[in-house]
């Protein structure tokens, strides 16, 4: 299980949350926008599980065109603290190789969950917002993805090299 807040939801962070709740047996990732242990600038969102798995803004730990925008105070943890994307060319990416874990969400009886607090607003992207994924969205690729289709449908979708598999 792996969890990404956009914003902050007061009061205390999304880990305190977590933690309070009694859910982090099986955490892989928390990132948290309104925390600034989490992310206060630069080009890493750090992982609050415990676990190491940050993700840099766009395709590295340099600035790039596929950075999305950090809006808000650090650490403010109100609804103004949230992730924009100019087009469909932003992302993040996982700035190690990707665990097993990671390698193993498309496969045979694997069970696993997400959850993630976003807005979607009004006008909606002409092309698919990816929330997470380890297949670049492809149907060619294996692998999983998470999106928000341009009719503001949530899409999960497996697929093998072959195709969509689920």
Known sequence: MFLVSPFAHPPGTMIEAIQRLGLTTGLKMCLDAGDATSYTSGQTW???????YSVYLGTGSGSDSSDPTFNGVAG??????????????????????????????????????????????????????????????ASSQ??????????????????ASSGTAA
């Open 46 to 52: 750090t992982d609050r599980s415990g676990n190491g």
């Open 142 to 159: 294996t692998g999983v993805s998470a999106v928000i289709r341009s009719d503001g449908t949530l899409r999960v979708t497996v697929t």
């Open 76 to 137: 403010r943890q109100s609804a103004s603290e949230y992730w924009t994307f100019d087009g469909t060319a932003d992302y993040f990416t996982l700035n190690q190789a990707n665990p097993s874990w990671v390698e193993n969400l498309h496969k045979n009886s694997a069970i696993w969950g997400f959850a993630c607090w976003l807005y979607v607003g009004a006008s909606l992207p002409a092309a698919a917002c990816v929330l997470f994924g380890d297949n670049a969205s």
